[in-house]
């Protein structure tokens, strides 16, 4: 079964930052791009990046690519998305997903709050 | 950037309806358009990929057509456990759309 678990949300002070991780199993890792995607409360679906199996390839959405990087570690079957410079609108659900084709399985979320 | 518009945002149905949601993009997507469903407190769920590609275990009462700039999401026959926000995403460079909510009339 696949089964993608996110963790490392949490309170976090503006200005700071803040690593998410990915765990994956069920699957491969180390054979598919794996990507973020986070979503503001009460609000629409964003995505932030992805990156591919050996990380030489990774893009980010515009807006975010100075703030966010995303990075994986194959040995360990984990995913990461290093935030900083975080501000009240980067307060959200953060999502990994399996990309095959499209993202076609997705963790249950970590919350992140940005506030003082 | 490409835009996504989704329209109708809001859709009330009752139970055995047609349901038909839509997704029109700023420019031609050649087809990358995929089709998620999100439960309330639930992450999003993969329905239709590719425009009309049903992913594995989705009922078969779920369809996607379309081509170019417009493409739809259809609901057969509406099921009570399909109450859900329905969000397109189109992959040439992965836009979400606003999002479609659904409820049983």
């Known amino acids: 079964e696949v089964k993608l678990v996110e963790s490392g949300g949490g309170l976090v002070q503006p200005g700071r930052s803040l690593k998410l991780s990915c765990a994956a199993s069920?699957?491969?890792?180390?054979?598919?791009?794996m990507g973020w995607v986070r979503q503001a409360p009460g609000k629409g679906l964003e995505w932030i990046g992805e990156?591919?199996?050996?990380?030489?390839?990774?893009n980010y959405t515009p807006s975010l690519k100075d703030k966010f990087t995303i990075s994986r570690d194959n040995a360990q079957n984990t995913l990461y998305l290093q935030m900083s410079k975080l501000g009240s609108e980067d307060t959200a659900i953060y999502y990994c997903?399996?990309?095959?084709?499209?993202?076609?399985?997705w963790g249950q979320g970590v919350m992140v709050t940005v506030s003082s | 950037d490409i835009q996504m518009t989704q329209s109708p945002s809001f859709l009330s149905a009752s139970v055995g309806e047609r349901v038909t949601l839509s997704c029109r993009a700023s420019?031609?997507?050649?087809?990358?358009l995929d089709w998620y469903q999100q439960k309330l407190g639930e992450a999003p769920k993969l329905l239709i990929y590719?425009?009309?590609n049903l992913h594995t275990g989705i009922p078969s009462r779920f369809s996607g057509s379309g081509s170019g700039t417009d493409y739809t999401l259809t609901i057969s026959s509406l099921q009570p456990e399909d109450v859900a926000t329905y969000f397109c995403?189109?992959?040439?460079?992965?836009?979400f759309g606003s999002g479609t909510k659904l409820e049983i009339k």
């Open positions: 420019q031609n997507i050649n087809k990358y």
């Open positions: 990156i591919n199996q050996d990380s030489s390839t990774i």
């Open positions: 590719n425009t009309n």
């Open positions: 997903a399996r990309e095959w084709d499209t993202y076609d399985y």
């Open positions: 069920g699957f491969s890792f180390n054979d598919y791009w």
């Open positions: 995403l189109q992959r040439n460079s992965f836009t």
